[in-house]
């Protein structure tokens, strides 16, 4: 489905009846990159998913900021009639969580962050995606190859060519003008840090145990740094822990679901 708002058309799946569950995808792909814990949780749950602006069904724009990708979100849920819902965010989905928080802090009633971090990019990190936005507007999204290969760990790599197939097309169907703009807006992404020790909603931190791009040290600090917070840590799954191992990565979220409801 797609509805605008604002001027901004965001593509979006609702299905389910019950509480509503937020899910905000990673970069460089779109919603669809829920479809295992759609399928797995639509029985108990409303499960929404949304392209954040510039990925799958949303409409592309040539800068954008992580607070822009959240305000629309926030828009769209006021639009849907939705006033709170369980946020889950992997990766730069989990980066615009931590903007939902401050533009609507009383909606997320309990939160998930997968695979991500609270840290800025390093000046070194910084630099190098701003390279990567360079190559991919002088050469397209061919330049995004290697970036997309390491999403995945490297059991995905070499035991599941399926996951490695789906991860592919879902990269490919990213847009090269919103490539260039969201790499500049995760550049220049601020420090969330101070955000968590704020966080009153029970939160869980999901990480896989071969994610290089936000390792599990990096989840155990911002846990750690969390009051209501539990870590689990998936063995075999690298940054796409929800589409590497989508089995232990759902019975993860049912579990953290069911045993901090309201
Ligand atoms: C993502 O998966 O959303 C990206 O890897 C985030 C990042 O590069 O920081």
Redesign the pocket.
Known sequence: MRRTVDGVTLGYDLEGRGEPLLFL?????HRGMWRPQIAALRDRFQVLTVDLRGFGESSVSDEVTLAQLAADVVALMADLGIARAAVIG????G?VAFRLLEQAPTFATRLVLA???AEP?TDEGRAR?LALAARVAQEGREAMRD?VAG?VGPTTRARRPEVVATVEALAAAADPRALVATLHA?AARPDSRPLLSRITVPTLVIVGAEDT??PPETARAMADAIPHSRLVVLPEAG??SNLETPEAFTAALRTFLETTAG
């Open positions: 995808h990673g970069f460089p792909l992997l990766s730069m989905g980066y695979d991500t971090r990019d995606r970036f999403l995760l791009i936000t940054h796409l």
